[in-house]
C-alpha cells in the first residue's frame, strides 16, 4: 500500500510540475518537448531487459557509454545550427551536398523509427488484454499509423505538436512513478542485503556491435535541428542539450535500479518484458507502465512524423507537401510492420540514424578545419565519423 501512495504521488507531483505556467509556458523548455519525445519515446521500455540481460552488471556502464555517444554526435549537430546561423556564416559546396544526403538520410531514419514506436505502441496496447497475440499488435499498430496520418494530413505540425505536449506530459510523470516505485523496491533489496549481481551473456566484439545496434534508443535529439520556423539557433542548441541531459539521467537511474534489482529468470526478452517485470514491484504498475507506453510512443511517432514529413517537403523544394510525405511513411511503416519484428526495426533504425549522424559530423569536421581556431573540434567531430561509419557497418539486432 505505501508503495501504491509513492507511486502516484510521484505521478501526480510530475504531472502538476509540468503542467505548471512558468515551465508549460517557457520557450526553451516547449522546444525541448520534441527532442526529448524522441530520446525516451522507447528507451525505458526495450533497453533495462536488453542492457541487463546481455551486459549483466555492466548494463549502467554500457548506457553510459550510449547516451555519451549520442551527446557527442549531439554537439556535432550543435555546432552545425551554430555555424548556420552565427554572426559569421559562409557557404560550403561540399558541406551543403553532404548536409542534402545527411537530410535524405534523416527521412529515411524518421520513417523507420515511426514504425518502430507505433509497433511498441500495438505490443504494449494490446499486453494487458485477452486480445494478445502478435498479429492483432500489428493490427492495432496499422490502425494507429492511420490515424496519425489522418491528422497529419488534414490538420498539419501544429495539430500535432498540442497531441505531443500532452502526451509527453503523461509520459514523463509516469516515468517519475516508475523511478520512484523501482527505487522503493531497490531500497528493499538493500535493506536486505539482496542486491542482485549480474554475469554477462556477451562479451567482446558481440557486445560492442549490440550497442552499435540500439543507438536508436537514444536518437531523437537531432529534431531541434529542424525546429528553426518555430524557435532560434540558440533556443534549439539550449533545447537538444536540455533534452539530452534530462534523458540521461532518467536513463541512467533506471538501467542502474532495474540491474540491482532483477535476476534474469524474472524476465523474458521479449518487446513487453519491462510489464512483467513490473508485476514484481507493485500490481498497478503494469496497467500505468501500459499507459506510459502508449503516450511514450504515440509522442515519439508524432515527432518523428511531424519531422519527416517538414524534412522531405523542404528536399523537394515543396514538389511533396508534408501531407504527401506523411502518406509515404505510413506506406513504408505498414511494410515493414508486416515483414519484420521489432528487434529487426531497432537494428535497420539504428543504421539510419547512425548514417545521419556520420554526415552530421562529417559536415561540422568540414566547417571547423575551414574555420579559424577550431581543428580541435574538426578532429574531434573526424573522430565521431569513423565511430559512425563502425555503427552503420556492424550494428547488430538482438537475438531472443
Not at 25 to 34: F, G, I, K, L
Request: proline share 3%; aromatic share 12%.
Amino acid at each position: 500500500m505505501i508503495l501504491n501512495v509513492v507511486i502516484i504521488a510521484a505521478i501526480i507531483s510530475a504531472g502538476v510540475l509540468q503542467l505548471s505556467p512558468k515551465l508549460s509556458r517557457s520557450p526553451v523548455w516547449r522546444a525541448t518537448v520534441t527532442p526529448l519525445a524522441s530520446i525516451i519515446g522507447s528507451g525505458f521500455l526495450v533497453l533495462a531487459p536488453i542492457l541487463v540481460y546481455a551486459y549483466g552488471s555492466k548494463a549502467p556502464l554500457f548506457m553510459g557509454v550510449l547516451v555519451f555517444g549520442a551527446y557527442l554526435f549531439g554537439s556535432a549537430i550543435r555546432f552545425n545550427i551554430t555555424i548556420r546561423n552565427g554572426p559569421v556564416t559562409f557557404q560550403d559546396y561540399i558541406a551543403e551536398k553532404l548536409e542534402t544526403v545527411a537530410s535524405w538520410a534523416l527521412a529515411l531514419a524518421f520513417m523507420i523509427s515511426v514504425t518502430y514506436y507505433l509497433n511498441l505502441f500495438g505490443a504494449f496496447g494490446l499486453s494487458l488484454t485477452s486480445f494478445n497475440s502478435s498479429a492483432n499488435a500489428k493490427l492495432l499498430t496499422s490502425f494507429i499509423f492511420l490515424v496519425i496520418l489522418i491528422v497529419g494530413y488534414t490538420r498539419g505540425f501544429s495539430a500535432l505538436e498540442k497531441m505531443e505536449y500532452a502526451a509527453v506530459t503523461i509520459k514523463l510523470a509516469i516515468i517519475a512513478g516508475l523511478l520512484a516505485g523501482l527505487s522503493y523496491y531497490c531500497y528493499g533489496k538493500v535493506v536486505s542485503s539482496a542486491l542482485v549481481v549480474h554475469p554477462p551473456q556477451l562479451t567482446g566484439w558481440a557486445a560492442v556491435t549490440l550497442a552499435f545496434g540500439l543507438i536508436i534508443t537514444v536518437q531523437g535529439f537531432e529534431t531541434s535541428r529542424y525546429l528553426g520556423d518555430e524557435y532560434s539557433a540558440a533556443v534549439r542548441v539550449k533545447s537538444m542539450q536540455l533534452a539530452q541531459l534530462v534523458a540521461a539521467a532518467i536513463y541512467m537511474i533506471y538501467i542502474t535500479l532495474f540491474a540491482l534489482s532483477f535476476e534474469h529468470e524474472e524476465f523474458q526478452l521479449t518487446e513487453t518484458a519491462i510489464i512483467d517485470v513490473m508485476r514484481i514491484v507493485s500490481p498497478i504498475l503494469p496497467w500505468i507502465l501500459v499507459a506510459g507506453a502508449l503516450a511514450a510512443q504515440f509522442s515519439a511517432a508524432i515527432a518523428d512524423t511531424s519531422g519527416s514529413g517538414g524534412l522531405i517537403a523542404e528536399l523537394t523544394k515543396g514538389r511533396i507537401s508534408p501531407g504527401n510525405g506523411y502518406v509515404l511513411l505510413v506506406i513504408i511503416g505498414l511494410v515493414l510492420t508486416w515483414s519484420a519484428d521489432v528487434f529487426q526495426i531497432i537494428s535497420y533504425a539504428s543504421r539510419a540514424f547512425a548514417l545521419y549522424y556520420t554526415l552530421q559530423a562529417a559536415i561540422a569536421a568540414r566547417m571547423a578545419f575551414l574555420l579559424p581556431n577550431q581543428r580541435w573540434r574538426g578532429c574531434l567531430f573526424a573522430l565521431l565519423v569513423i565511430f559512425g561509419v563502425l555503427i552503420v557497418g556492424f550494428g547488430d539486432a538482438v537475438e531472443v
